[in-house]
């Protein structure tokens, strides 16, 4: 162990056994816990669209109604939806309608209703499989770019982590700032989004030319969260990354990503936050 003045807190030795503190401080130290399961009762409402996605316009919340956008304006009636907003900055995500969708308590979560049983969906990697599945879309069949977007998409999902519940955490959130903990994540997001840069330098898109759920998964975090939610695209110097931002302004220049980007976000200027969506006029109305 290095020199405990050192710790931050200064002087901090962790316990032999961790214990829970009343409030861990930070944005979310009242909420988590270290146990899962409903810490209240609360029955999920129900629209009349037979998919209803129980969210927030995080970047994970993003990543769905994109897809769920993108499935409309392709002509995949369908894909048409309620999206009830889920607070998880309330803990909206701790009650029991939700945790018997998603024994996670992370949004988003999606219930489709046309399949006789309802069928329950959580993590955003699986809801935008099921959904490229259920349409037939977004998905290559041809075995190459199949497997491209698999790599890209597990590849995303597996790196949020790091970005949000890392950097993002340790730069927004924390109580106080931990200078190696920053630098620690600051270090492999920048990795990773190297990582995307030298990839788009030969590709149009992740799994190469068409545009697929992998792009979908990936937009939102990387950089979408560093110049969104974190606010830390100065700090990393994301505009360094330039076939990366060709990219993502391709992306963000698409109708469907204008519209699915705003769905379930609850602040930002006007026209750039729609709480619930319920009917395509909802978004029709802010974008004429
Ligand atoms: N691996 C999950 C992660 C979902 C996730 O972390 N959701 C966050 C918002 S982006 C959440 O619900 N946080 C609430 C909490 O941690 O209590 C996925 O991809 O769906």
Redesign the pocket.
Known sequence: MNDRDDNQPAGYVPPRVWTQKNNHGGA?GS??RPVSGATFERTLPVGEHPLQLYS?G????QKVTIMLEELLAAGHCGAEYDAWLID?FKGD?FGSGFTAVNPN????ALVDRSTGDITQV????SILVYLAEKFGAFLPTEHRARTETFNWLMWQ?GT?PFV?GGLGHFYAYAPFKIEYAIDRYAMEVKRQLHVLDTHLARHEFLAGDQYTIADMAVWPWQPGSLYGVYNTHEFLNVEEYGHLLRWYRAIAARPAVARGRIVNRTAGAPGEFLRERHNATDLDAMFP
């Open positions: 979310f909420s988590n927030q995080t970047p994970n919340g998880i995500q308590s992370k949004i988003p959580f993590e955003s990697g999902v949020a949000g």
